[in-house]
């Protein structure tokens, strides 16, 4: 069963929402035959590479609220972080935008290490003091390595913007398709969604129901066809 989540790094609610559904995941009994893939989805789509800025003014910006009502609703973040176990900074982060991100996570999913980069990214994002915006390309390549992928590989994807870039927009298009509007966004077996950080008992049922209600293959066979199977080919006759 194939499990597709819609997020960005940028969102805080995401980075709870993982480890709330990998709570749900590691109890689940056919957890071995689920396939979690990473879908690419910008909270801040028009933002030009480069504008940087701290994440408490952004904050009451967007909703209208003063920094005052921003700082407690990190603060009110911070503690959901870390009843599931997570570091969180509720002051001195900043934000901006997250396509090269995105990209190199699609170069990471080619390589069969794209959960261990997320997870390196929503942690270098909102619990260490390095910023993942203003260091440059460097830092995401120190931060694919440790992720297990090659430097020289992950250099060349960010040094050319074009490289992943129609998988960043396809996923977005996806998103929208399917009608979601925030994230994190969990699509399970091409069926279910889940929206928002949903207390890992939801997700735990949600996978219980999707694994349940999938449907059995429907088998059109008119006997006799030719076939490849592991032991070999069939044989034409003459």
């Known amino acids: 069963m194939r499990v597709e989540i819609w997020s960005d790094i940028a969102c805080p609610w995401c980075y709870v929402g993982k480890a709330r559904f990998e709570k749900a995941l590691e109890a689940f009994p056919h ?84 959960d261990e980069l997320v997870q390196l990214l929503y942690r270098a994002n909102f619990a260490e003091e390095r910023s993942l915006f203003t260091e440059g390309d460097e830092r995401l390549v120190d931060l694919a390595v440790e992720a297990g992928l090659d430097a020289e590989a992950a250099r060349a994807v960010l040094a050319d913007p074009t490289v992943h870039a129609d998988d960043v927009r396809a996923d977005e298009r996806e998103a929208a398709r399917l009608g979601a509007t925030g994230v994190p966004f969990v699509v399970l077996d091409g069926r279910y969604g889940v929206s928002g950080a949903q207390p890992a008992e939801v997700f735990a049922q949600a996978l219980t129901q999707a694994w349940g209600e999938r449907s059995p293959l429907t088998l059109v066979d008119q006997g006799g066809a030719d076939a490849c199977d592991p032991d070999g080919c069939a044989v034409p006759q003459a």
């Open 31 to 114: 957890r071995a035959a689920v396939e979690v893939v990473h879908r690419s989805f910008e909270l801040d789509p028009g933002r030009a590479p480069g504008d940087t800025g701290p994440v408490i003014p952004m904050v009451a910006q967007k909703y209208g609220i003063s920094e005052a009502q921003a700082e407690a609703a990190e603060e009110h973040l911070g503690v959901q972080a870390a009843a599931e176990g997570l570091d969180y900074r509720t002051r001195g982060r900043d934000h901006g935008n997250t396509f090269d991100m995105h990209r190199l996570l699609h170069h990471a999913k080619g390589q069969g290490r794209q």
